[in-house]
């Protein structure tokens, strides 16, 4: 059967970590690929399409693994969708300058019977080590078809995809391999076996003898699997399997697993003896690799250079994005202002301009910060320099039930102020540990990001002028002190178990290849622009909602106007006709012929100008958004924030940087453009209500409250469940209403800031 | 010839293992990293804080925290000191 019906044949493409697999995925399948996930968890699915002579092939990029058991969710992924997709040719990319690690998760492929094409990468890497193979006298011995490529430069992959069109040609039936295992293992292998093969105990989905391996592995899946299928086989097997078990741990002092991996490893190296294998004898050379971590990974000068490094990928990532993002927010402004002008003043023209255009404009003027981050990421992470902080940091992490790896979610999120949690949180993408990575995700919006920098700015100008430095400096301490102690609070309670088991490879250095860093930048950015458009905008249209509604009752929106008339009649007619022209509603509008008009008229504008702040604070405290600010004064009340404050906050979840404007709004100080703080700075410094202890206590409570909504669905996306999206919320607000209570009932008690 | 754990080799040190007491996932991780008896290793240093310790095996760089090269018996070559 020829499938010309339509259907593309399936092909899987499998391999270790680091073993150039994406680089052979993007040579093969180009720009027509796919980035999603598989359904329901958050490991990456990459699928790709293109043609071989005509045949129409589908080819899926599995994730890396060292494996095929059910540890972790990669390895579980790349099983389940072995046994239940059935590809049609399996490519098990190996490294060929670590053929002996590499082929271990060939031989578990070959048991499970899969048709595999052994794809021997690297090749010109192994020989630059004085390693040779000869792929035919492999192939002979493994059964399958070897075919040697280098994939970053594309050799060997027009002979690797026609052999892979044959095999698919072939429909191999899945036969596995037979492996000898000892004679500890073997007898009661054999016995389970039959057993299983007799009462066709899943062996729809896998051959029996797997089966039986994976239960004398104390393989959780496979034996829950079994238990629902026929329980009764299910327990015998594990009662024999328990016996193997403690008959080996009395006689041997060891487990059935390791005698497992001890004769895959023993059958590898039968494999390769004599003829497969050449090794020079100046093999035992320094890599190029090693003498470069005797530098990057030096005691003294290794933290000193990776923090340089750090820095770099920061000011890179924020500097060069500045100007697009400038870019972006100007165009967006622009096409904010030309439907306004464009659309008549009602709720239509507020809706589009502030709820739509507002909102969409938000989310991807991060667009260039999110590119620039995955890029530096994407250029550590190829040249193999992340693995290498990780190494080098893990110590410090660890203690705080963090990975190694969690620090370039931190330094982008704000660890140096001024980053974006946004990107932060899509940064844990390079932590492979579950609940250290969820934990990284949950305490990464601590830090100070660029949205909260320019209120902290505008706080510190009123109260704390100065001490400007000391106090940015001493903010960016505090956020790492509360980023890294709830995350022991979460890792200690909620996410509580042991460190996932570190065993991580250094990689060797290589340049990473410009096309491989472009597609993984581009796959990446692209994700967020398409998931976080969507829910972005729903939400930043409720939010608009819950600013502008509802109006207030008819009888104060009147007296505003009869005030507006006021001012106006006491002017003589000519005059009344150029205020009126000129922006009867307020706005602060600067005309050319400003200097030419009569002090009269400039009076009266001011006025009006100082109803229209009024009427908005007043629009402002009647809608749900300022009601709710009032009612949350019950709670906020105990840290000192009144509902202006509150409503500013509610604000500030939409997005930091309107806890500025919106606050200016409630102080009827017109909206107040974020650079333009001098004037709400100046008004806060003056109020009686307000002193530095209130001053502080709000700056505690915005460093740690609520992350902003954009930055909660990355939260969703990232752990793939709206629960931990909603936690971060509640858990967030609720750690800031803890502490910057603490913080102001001790200024109180103190007497500070009075 | 003596039986070391590999948290107590030194930079430059060189060993076969002798012995994973290790079961569960980190006795899996560790056997599937190639670390299973009659592997040779060859300690190549530490990181900064003296944890995790990089390893060469076969021909490739791994790194392990302390606590997980506790569980790893080493029989250390002497004279490779």
Partial sequence: MNSNSGEESLIALLGNPNCGKTTLFNAITGARQHVGNYPGITVEKKEGFFSVDGRALRLVDLPGTYSLTAYSLEELVARDFLVNERPKVVLNIVDASNLERNLYLTLQLLELGAPALVVLNMVDVAEGRGIRIDGAELSRRIQAPVIPTVARSGKGKEELLRAAVALADEQRTWTPIKISYGPDIDPVLDEMEAMIASAEFLTDIYPARWTALKHLEADEQVIEKGREVNSELSSKLEALARRVTEHLQRTLDTYPEAIIADHRYGYISALLKSGVVERDAKADRLFISDQIDRVLTNRFLGPLLMFAILYMVYQFTFQYSELPVRWLEDGFAALGGFMESALPPGPLQSLIVTGVIGGVGGVLSFVPLILFMFLAIAFLEDTGYLARVAYMLDRVFRTFGLHGSSVMAYIVSGGIAGGCAVPGVMATRTLRSSRERLATILTAPFMNCGAKVPVFAMLIAAFFSEQRAYMLFLLTLMSWASALLFAKLIRSTILRGPSTPFLLELPPYRLPTFKGLLIHTWERTWQYIRKAGTTILAISIIFWALMAYPKPPETVSRAFETRREQVLAKLPDDLRQAVETGDAKGAPAETPTRDQTPAIVQGAKEELRAIAREEAEANLKHSFAGRAGTAMEAVTRWVGFDWRTNVALTAGFAAKELIISTLGTAYAMGEVPEEEDISLSRRLASDPDWNRLKAFTLIVFIMLYAPCFITVICIVRESGSWGWGLFSVLFNTGAALLLSGAVYHIGIWLRLGV | ?81
């Fill in chain 2, 1 to 81: 010839m003596a039986e070391v754990l590999l948290r107590h080799m030194a930079a430059g040190q060189k060993g076969v293992i002798t012995k994973v007491k290790a079961s569960g996932e980190l006795g899996r991780r560790i056997r599937d990293m190639g670390l299973t008896p009659g592997a040779v290793i060859h300690v190549q240093g530490r990181a900064p804080l003296k944890d995790p310790v990089a390893i060469k095996v076969q021909s490739f760089v791994l790194t392990l925290r302390n606590n997980e090269a506790d569980f790893i018996h080493v029989r250390v070559d002497e004279d490779n000191e």
